[in-house]
């Protein structure tokens, strides 16, 4: 099903540029560095779609690491590590909609992992 990957891809692309014109503005200032790791969207139909500034692997884009954090932070979780809260300026358990196991859900991976192949 090209269309939804297709509405994702545009919808994940005006988000990210909201994201990067109102970032200054709601940036978490004082956020600590987040092991690099993926993120990927895992659609209903069970496609892995990456997401977020790509970090991996491990110190390969040190100029994407502040973006790596807050993207993690107010959208992933906001813990570091597991289980350890940071007080973030986004939703404290992460975007709403991408952790509740309903539709398409956000998941992270260790650097090095490689996505199933589609459906």
Known sequence: MKIPFLLLSLAAVGSFALLALAGPGFADPSVPNIAPHQHFVVTA???????GPQVCPAGSRPELQ????????????????????????GPQGGAPGLHNGI????????????????P
């Open 45 to 51: 139909q069970g496609e892995w779609v990456a997401i």
């Open 66 to 89: 502040r973006a790596f954090n807050q993207f993690h932070v107010n959208i992933h979780h906001s813990e570091n590590p597991p289980g350890v809260p940071i007080e973030t300026n």
């Open 103 to 118: 539709g398409s859900d956000m998941q992270g991976r260790p650097c090095g992992f490689v996505p199933p192949s589609s």
